[in-house]
């Protein structure tokens, strides 16, 4: 089992800037990649990136050149740096977890796939 918890999110103003960090806990040592989704009100669960063990990154076209995942050294602590920060921005972003998008490429922007989630944590961009 990996527990995980977001923390980070708040309101902004459009081209701002935030940082969302997920914290890990439990069987931290096995090999996931941790993911970052967000769902708006009315809207299906959408991926925004993720960074494999190897540290190898995927990005949504959407927020591609202004989010920034990462991990720490110890690979118990993710990050979302996220800049120019848009109205449609605006959702509850979700940590993940997951062994399938470690190993398949077509599992990474798969919500299903992820094994392990967070609680979320809201992102506000005013216009």
């Known amino acids: 089992q990996v527990q995980l918890e977001e923390s980070g999110g708040g309101l902004v103003q459009a081209g701002g800037s935030l940082r969302l960090s997920c914290a890990a806990s439990?069987?931290?040592?096995?090999?996931?990649?941790m993911g970052w989704f967000r769902q708006a009100p009315g809207k299906e669960r959408e991926f925004v990136a993720v960074i494999t063990w190897g540290g190898i990154t995927y990005y949504a076209d959407s927020v591609r050149g202004r989010f920034t995942i990462s991990r720490d050294n110890a690979k118990t602590t993710g990050y979302l740096q996220m800049s120019s920060l848009k109205f449609e921005d605006t959702a509850l972003y979700y940590c993940a977890a997951g062994y399938a998008p470690q190993q398949f490429q077509e599992a990474i922007s798969d919500w299903t796939r992820y094994d392990y989630w967070g609680q979320g944590t809201q992102v506000s961009v005013s216009s």
């Open positions: 439990g069987r931290t040592s096995t090999r996931y990649a």
